[in-house]
């Protein structure tokens, strides 16, 4: 488990969502540890092993992983990187992508998107919200109406837990006349950077604009905690890509993620003393 310089620690360096301690362990019910440099998790013999490191001179990632399976001896591993030169193959997770980066302060916005914002200003109102049955059935409908992989389902059904457990994490939703229309939600779990995580609209009632109306409130909000910059999160697909570069998004950092099996050492010790 982490302590109170390690928890510190993370957050004055954090600068991907993997290094959201409360963010992973709700999708993934582990336990964080800070290992030489680098974040992991580890849960029955799984572990998930972050490898960007969170110092400006790391240790050398291939050493580090090797102690780290050493350590924990797990049976698979996920293995999260920018790089994997030097690293064990594995099976793909998904394919390879890109974090986009978004610099604060934003000086100004592109006219078709400031227009988008103003048009949605006139319709909606945006507050920081709560968590609640609102929000987890525009979620379920989201769920429903789109072709997602097993991982990503499993990710936006933790959604809850992870808003309930984290004291970072701000929710901002736009209401027309007091119905929600979409939410975002937005991690200020870093002394440099906040986190695009998930932003949802309910099919019903598109309102133009509304999810440009919320990235700026978002953007406003990380300049006021004196932000500098938003972690965009992945590229994923097109439509995705085309909204965060609109914004002045750039892709700065390499994401690769594979599933490693491996066979269980066996620890003389520990089979001793259980013998």
């Not at 998790?41 to 240790?59: Q, S």
């Not at 379920?140 to 499993?154: C, E, N, P, T, W």
């Not at 979409?182 to 932003?199: L, P």
């Not at 965009?232 to 892709?251: D, S, T």
């Amino acid at each position: 488990m982490l302590k109170p310089n390690e928890h510190d620690h993370i957050y004055r360096h954090a600068y991907v969502p993997e290094h959201l301690i409360e963010y992973v362990t709700a999708v993934s019910s582990a336990k964080p540890y800070y290992f030489q440099d680098y974040l992991c998790y580890f849960h029955r013999n799984h572990l998930i092993f972050i490898g960007y490191p969170l110092a400006d001179n790391p240790a050398e990632i291939s050493r580090v992983y090797s102690a780290a399976c050493e350590r924990f001896n797990p049976h698979s591993i996920m293995l999260v990187a920018g790089d994997l030169s030097g690293l064990p193959e594995g099976n793909e997770i998904q394919p390879a992508d890109r974090y986009y980066r978004l610099n604060l302060p934003v000086k100004s916005l592109n006219p078709d998107v400031a227009y988008m914002v103003r048009r949605a200003e006139r319709e909606l109102k945006i507050k920081v919200g709560r968590f609640g049955s609102e929000h987890k059935k525009i979620i379920k409908d989201f769920i429903g109406r789109q072709d997602l992989s097993a991982a990503q389902v499993h990710i936006f059904k933790r959604v809850p837990t992870y808003m309930k457990r984290s004291k970072t994490a701000h929710l901002l939703e736009a209401r027309q006349s007091g119905r929600l229309v979409a939410f975002s939600i937005v991690d200020m779990g870093s002394a440099r950077y906040a986190f695009y995580q998930f932003n949802f609209r309910a099919a019903k009632m598109a309102v133009p604009g509304a999810s440009d109306f919320l990235f700026n409130e978002m953007v406003r909000l990380a300049q006021t905690e004196g932000k500098q910059a938003i972690n965009l999160g992945l590229g994923v697909h097109p439509g995705i890509r085309r909204f965060k570069e609109k914004w002045g998004g750039q892709a700065f950092l390499e994401h690769r993620s594979v599933l490693i099996q491996r066979k269980q050492t066996i620890d003389i010790g520990q089979l001793s003393r259980k013998l």
